[in-house]
């Protein structure tokens, strides 16, 4: 006997890399306010970015990982969520946290090695940024069970790199996500790098989308680069979790236009010819080329905002600049509700009251 | 009030939690219509349903990462690792996040899970089934680390686990699950999660141990008792903290220490009871401290393994040692 | 732009559950030596698993899983590979091991609780028996890398469960042998229970065999209560890897018709209904009523068979039963080539001369 | 014959046993073209080809079970992980294979591999970039513990390490990888896995340490000789097996001991130094035995980090009172 099981995976895009619509545009395309938030979004990252970087150089932060050419999928995905979803965010998605709440400062704080980064108090349920690579996949499925116990209409996305999809964790986690019908939507933020490691070095597959099959979930393919292409499907993955049908993969194409990290040297195993062929896909420009010529965006507009975002920016800094440091013992202070006797001990020997 | 085993004990403790906290749920693999392996689950899903009674895919990894997501956004999850020697993918998520969540943020999330094991050997069990690794655990911050040794500690340090609002490894000495039975009440009432049991007082040596292997080290107290040598037992009870105070003072009066466990000997927790003795009560030493204890090999597979475990001789050889120690 | 890739995983089946053949069968259906030698096994297999289940009940034994109803899978695989091919077994395939030159004495001393068991010198490179679910997987894949870095023309099979499919172990594992082609065949043992868990709680996916999708290899599905099927694409597969065309990941449906392990009662997760209606896929008697009604098989051969095969077994529990018991201080004894000196002086405490 | 960086030393190691083994095979991630985030393995893809230098994908779990049935099967690999706060996927196969599959077949297959991994704080580093948890591996079985502290230890350390027929895990402070530069020749010269190195000759109080923390120790000893105070310092090197003849026969001459470590103190390899002096050394104490170590807190983002590393002034503090003691 021979029977066969078939599967598929669709790559979706709206934008072509010029700007142009490449055939049916969703309603979002019409939403000018939609728009204009998920251009300010990818400018302001971008800024961010790059004063985060130059201020790395400099000794004001530490290690520092950029999401230059990337913007689109942090604003799609911050975008397309609802305040009281959950997101659980790899290191690398700073647009999307600009979206949740989190304010430079606070970013700036975490790279700048300070705890208090990602303890804003105004951010509500958000997970912290997550270093270890897709150990936050199984907080997502935690969590997206936890809000579909309480029967909460709330959605949790994650979010991690191609890289990301080479550990058991991230497998681990769809599948529990889709035995258990949870409301979980993970995006795939594929840079083709994962530092020095090629995504074709990563895995044999021809897409990472393909991966859902593992799992028995949806998973889709889709420009990253295109803000509108994220918004929408980031979006009806979401509001499909919401209603019950459980989660989605969505991985969206994108490229490193950065180095990996402030750490990192891309020239040792990235050659040029590659770099500068991506640029032409660029979100930033892609996304201003639409709205240009739809008459909703001008260059005073974007004059002026660049002017606005750099100011908010340049605030922010200073906030952050001038942050006292926490007192030494602090560490001592978030690791219990209650501290237990013996480090009190310790807590009093690192004060020198021994 | 009726007499019931320490694994009678886990599961009525988690029957009485459930009953209280909605926010309480129970995951792990085949706890569900099984009701564990060991049956330390029985009944819940019939009385709660399959909605806080989770069967897991078989993935520990999983089972743990899926508790601190719950933990962090508001759930009480008490997860079941099936035995010890299957917890290690799960210690990423445990020294990664469990022990982070609330001091990375500040305080703004927390993860009051509890990560259930059943540990140790003597019950004849196949490879990897017998491992008692609790330094691992004792050794990453943030997290607190619980060992029962008799039905009533089981039932009040479970509760105490479970309502803690920080992770909780909570390792059960499976050779005891079925060996006494105990008047429980089912009161409600938590232990203290800092605090030793002085299972036995006096004065003549103290012997600190945990678990199963309080059964052996009470044994060879009583053999000593017959010969007129009182011995102070102490139940270590929470690995981590570790109460100090209580075997300080113990040993502040005994002069004399020998401490008990089933696991490896380099960097465990008798180590660290060791150490904090030679820092802060050295001069109340009469004789050296010494460790009877698992050896530093793999434990053997069954056929052998009450030759790995510390039996009564070797506990009574150390302390008759320490005794004459001049 | 709108682009959809596809996948498929295929069923097969020469074997129907009444022993009749569906379909054209392989030339591995008139050889009749090979025919005997699958029956042979997995008679003997479940000649073995019974007088381990007793031995344990008498106490002379520790827990023991029986593969019981699952022999076809154990016995196709052990056939199919060459001699100088690697075996990664799970805990569950005797049969398989049997073929590879276990002794029954060999697996009884393993879970008689006895390290002499996986010790067997004459057994060459095969993997010992491995408990922790799936950890086995990356050895497979370790193992299999060395011997294409010698260029050496052997392969090596990985044996695990449905339950080992959701651990990211095996994920990580096949998604290596993918991406470096490595000659690594990974047989699922789906007996459609992992303890109490079923299948159907394990994983939303219809198949197994589809999660090869998500390494980009070959995944496929077949009868694994037919031995002839288990027989010819294991060995097709293997061959496949041998030839330097990579890894195929093979999910054999089966059922298990035993308690999980002795320690286990399977009465309390499972109906005697589902049990009943799958003892009509035994693959014990498929097998005989094929050779039966193709002549090549007599009860009078079936009473011998059965007779030698007792006898044997006899014989090899015997010698079981009257294996000393390894001297205490063999604990040390291959723990490391050479003994730390530290450990040398724990040995002595152990032999009583501290 | 150069003056060469710790990382350098690392490097050169491994070009040389490349060359004389080829058996020998490297894996990780980022080790190919990228020549590893800290350089450590420059030039090996260049030289011996993407057989034998193999860039893995992103699984520290799988990088270990591949070493392990690598290793089983004849080769000897040499894996990297990127950082110690990511090996906790990897410590699974450590524990439950690497440091058994000798025991587990009685010397039919074994595992002849290195685990190695940058490790400690000190360089601001990202969170989780600056662990100290070798006390988690110090407990396994069946596994050797090596910590280099120079560029010639390091290179004599990893020839041994990666020659030694059993599972190594070796550890390489990172903070020390471009501290200080020393002549290293490329002889192919081995250390012992087993021994101590005495780095100073001293009588009046023996300092123990590993890896980064002998710098600060180090300093403490050049200040208290300023002062006429005699330190030992002793570069403990392998953390498994620990070599304590030496480190009794130290304290023996100086009766006083203080122990240095980065790592958080429950549960370490610090404690179990202070155990075994307490066991066998007791007699010839003339003071507690003092730990300066981190605290039993996570490892603070680097803000703090300084606070959180024992500073020479912490030692100094530690030592003036164990020579106080009367
Ligand atoms: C478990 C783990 N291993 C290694 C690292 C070190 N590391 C940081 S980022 C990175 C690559 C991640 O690649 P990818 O998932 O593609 O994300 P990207 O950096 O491209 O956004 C690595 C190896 C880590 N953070 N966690
Ligand atoms: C990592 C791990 N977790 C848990 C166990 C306990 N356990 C032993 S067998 C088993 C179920 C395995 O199911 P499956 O993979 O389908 O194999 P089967 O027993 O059906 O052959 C479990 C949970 C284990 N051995 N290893
Ligand atoms: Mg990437
Ligand atoms: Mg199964």
């Not at chain 2, 330390?40 to 009674?53: C, I, N, S, W």
């Not at chain 2, 469990?98 to 999330?109: D, H, P, S, V």
Request: glycine share 8%; proline share 6%; hydrophobic share 40%.
């Amino acid at each position: 006997m021979n029977k066969t099981t078939s599967f598929k995976v669709e790559y979706h895009q709206f934008l072509l890399p010029n700007g142009e619509p490449d055939g049916e545009l969703p309603p979002l395309a019409d939403d000018t306010n939609a728009l204009h938030a998920l251009y300010r979004n990818m400018i302001f990252t971008r800024l961010y970015d790059e004063r985060a970087v130059n201020m790395q150089r400099t000794g004001q932060l530490g290690t520092f990982a950029s999401s230059l050419g990337q913007e689109a999928i942090g604003a799609g995905v911050g975008h397309a969520m609802q305040p009281n979803d959950i997101i659980t965010p790899s290191f690398r998605e700073s647009g999307a946290l600009f979206f949740r709440g989190f304010r430079v400062r606070d970013l700036l704080l975490y790279w700048g090695g300070d705890e208090r980064g990602m303890g804003n108090p105004d951010v509500g349920d958000d997970f912290p940024i997550c270093v270890p690579i897709s150990t936050h996949a199984t907080h997502a499925a935690g969590a997206a069970f936890a809000v579909k116990y309480r029967n909460e209409p709330r959605v949790v996305v994650c979010l991690l790199g191609d890289g990301g999809t080479s550990k058991g964790d991230f497998y681990e986690a769809i599948n529990l996500a889709g035995i258990w019908n949870l409301p979980l939507v993970v995006v795939i933020n594929n840079n083709q790098w994962a530092i020095s490691v090629p995504r074709t070095m990563q895995t044999k597959t021809e897409t990472l989308a393909q991966k859902a099959i593992a799992a028995g979930i949806p998973g889709i393919q889709i420009d990253g680069n295109d803000p509108i292409t994220v918004r929408h499907y980031v979006a009806e993955a979401i509001e499909n979790a919401r209603s019950g049908n459980g989660p989605t993969l969505i991985e969206a194409i994108s490229y490193r236009l950065s180095h990996h990290t402030t750490a990192d040297d891309a020239t040792r195993y990235r050659s040029d010819k590659e770099l500068e062929e991506h640029r032409q896909f660029d979100p930033v420009p892609r996304l201003k080329r639409f709205m240009t010529q739809r008459d909703i965006w001008s260059d005073e507009q974007d004059e002026q905002m660049l002017t606005e975002c750099k100011a908010e920016i340049e605030q922010e800094v200073k906030q952050y600049l001038e942050s006292e440091p926490q007192a030494p013992e602090s560490m001592f202070d978030s690791l219990y509700a209650e501290l237990p006797g013996e480090l009190a001990r310790q807590r009093q020997s690192l004060l020198g009251k021994e | 009030m009726s007499e019931i085993t320490m694994i009678e004990a886990v599961n009525l403790a988690m029957h009485h939690e459930m009953e209280q906290d909605p926010a309480m749920v129970v995951l792990g693999e085949d706890i569900g219509l099984n009701g564990g392996v060991f049956r330390a689950t029985v009944g819940l899903l019939e009385k709660f349903g399959d909605q806080r009674v989770l069967d897991t895919p078989l993935a520990e990894n999983m089972i743990a990462g899926v508790a601190v997501g719950m933990a962090a956004q508001g759930l009480h999850p008490v997860a079941e690792i099936q035995f010890m020697g299957f917890i290690y993918p799960a210690l990423d998520q445990m020294v990664s996040h469990a022990g982070r969540m609330r001091n990375r943020t500040r305080g703004r999330l927390s993860c009051p899970m509890v990560l259930r094991a059943p540990y140790g050997g003597g019950i004849h069990a196949p490879e990897h089934h017998s491992e008692s690794t609790e330094a691992m655990f004792a050794h990453i911050p943030g997290l607190r680390v619980v060992i029962p040794s008799s039905p009533t500690r089981a039932y009040g340090l479970l509760l105490a686990a479970i309502r803690d609002p920080d992770p909780v490894v909570f390792l059960e000495p499976k050779r005891v699950y079925r060996l006494a039975k105990q008047a429980v009440k089912d009161n409600g009432e938590a232990l203290p999660l800092d605090t030793c049991f002085v299972l036995r007082p006096g004065s003549d040596i103290t012997l600190v141990s945990w678990g199963a292997m309080l059964h052996e080290t009470q044994l060879a107290a009583e053999q000593l008792a017959t010969e007129g040598i009182e011995a102070e037992v102490i139940d270590l009870a929470t690995i981590k903290p570790i109460d100090m105070e209580t075997i300080l003072e113990s040993v502040g009066r005994t002069g004399r220490c020998v401490i008990i466990q089933e696991a490896a000997r380099s960097c465990s927790v008798g180590s660290e009871i060791a150490a904090r003795l030679a820092e802060d009560g050295l001069m109340s030493l009469f004789a050296p401290i010494r460790r009877v204890s698992g050896f530093d090999t793999v434990m053997p597979m069954f056929r052998l393994e009450k030759h790995y475990m510390p039996s009564t001789e070797r506990i009574l050889q150390a302390v008759r040692e320490t005794l004459e120690y001049a």
